[in-house]
Each structure stands twice: as C-alpha cells, then as structure tokens.
Nanobody, 123 residues
Framework: VQLVESGGGLVQPGSSLTLSCAASGRTFSDYTMGWFRQAPGKEREFVAAISWWSGSTRDYADSVKGRFTISRDNARNTMTLQMNSLKPEDTAVYYC????????????????WGQGTQVTVSS
C-alpha cells in the first residue's frame, strides 16, 4: 500500500484542520488505518485508528479524544483526520499508516507508512 498524506499547514490555536491520506496499491478496505505524530525531540506517538472494512471501531489517544475524528471512505481509498480545537501541543509531523486486518496502537504493527505532513499550531 502506498500512502500519501495531505492537508497539513500552519494554523492558530483553536482552529480546525483536516488531514487526508490517499492509498493505492492494495485493497484499502482490508487495512486498519491509523494516524501517528512526531513532535520535535519526541518519539512518534499514536493519535487515532479506524478498523478495517467497515471502520466500526475507532480508537483515539486521550490527548485528542473529543477534538479529533477519524473516518474512512473505502470507495475513494481515503482516510481523513478532522482536527478541531487545535492546540500548540498538537504541532507535529503527522503520518498515516496501515496494517492488514488487525487493530492496535503500536506502530510496530503497522506495515505501511506515508511520508508525513507538517501541522503547526501557533499564534
């Protein structure tokens, strides 16, 4: 699976931003899709994930729960992350990732990764 993120940028605190991940190469619906992020000087961390096929299970890190929403469109081979009420601590490079027919938060379980998109939250 080839993954390409888009939608990053510079926004003010309290703003919203939508990230997209476009997939190609394999059957998108067979993959649980996740978002991870890495801030400068920090390790990459889990943000959100949506289960394969129907996307009926969604998982969020506590730090983003209630502010971020993950979704997928299997017909369009895309996944999105709607980010609301952004905070400076959300500043990071955001990566989309995919894992085949399993779910989980560990990045070690994700086989495919995009190159990342920068999100900067600053006044």
């Amino acid at each position: 699976v080839q993954l390409v993120e888009s939608g990053g940028g510079l926004v003010q605190p309290g703003s919203s931003l939508t990230l997209s991940c476009a997939a190609s190469g394999r059957t998108f619906s067979d993959y649980t899709m996740g978002w991870f992020r890495q801030a400068p000087g920090k390790e990459r961390e889990f943000v959100a994930a949506i289960s394969w096929w129907s996307g009926s299970t969604r998982d969020y890190a506590d730090s983003v729960k209630g502010r971020f929403t993950i979704s997928r469109d299997n017909a369009r081979n895309t996944m999105t992350l709607q980010m609301n009420s952004l905070k400076p601590e959300d500043t990071a490079v955001y990566y989309c990732a995919g894992r085949f027919r399993t779910t989980g938060r560990s990045e070690n379980g994700y086989d495919y990764w995009g190159q990342g998109t920068q999100v900067t939250v600053s006044s």
